[in-house]
């Protein structure tokens, strides 16, 4: 069983920051890839920022330079430092992990989700 908790969605006008939090716990073996989609009303979920197993970031074209994703893996918690912050980035942000467990080789777990708000 794992768990995950987000904190740090809000509102903020245009060109303003945010930072985004997420935390795992239960039965963890081993934290693989963790990260951040995102979703907009009307549109799909899409990948926003991941910080992988192997230590490398992969960014969507249109946050790469203003988001980083970083993580603390002694506190099994992944980030994400939003910057220069436009309207098209308001969204639900949903966070997930991909960890082995006691009864998994492998799964994906998804947080609740924070809505961050970018307006005027």
């Known amino acids: 069983q794992v768990q995950l908790v987000e904190s740090g969605g809000g509102s903020v006008q245009p060109g303003g920051s945010l930072r985004l939090s997420c935390a795992a716990s239960g039965s963890i073996y081993r934290i693989y890839d963790m990260g951040w989609y995102r979703q907009a009303p009307g549109k799909q979920r899409e990948l926003v920022a991941l910080f992988t197993g192997g230590g490398g970031r992969i960014y969507d074209k249109s946050v790469e330079g203003r988001f980083t994703v970083s993580r603390d893996n002694a506190k099994n918690t992944v980030y994400l430092q939003m910057n220069s912050l436009k309207r098209e980035d308001t969204a639900v942000y949903y966070c997930?992990?991909?960890?082995?467990?006691?009864?998994?080789?492998?799964?994906?777990?998804w947080g609740q989700g924070t809505q961050v708000t970018v307006s005027s």
């Open positions: 997930i992990v991909k960890c082995s467990t006691d009864s998994a080789a492998m799964g994906d777990y």
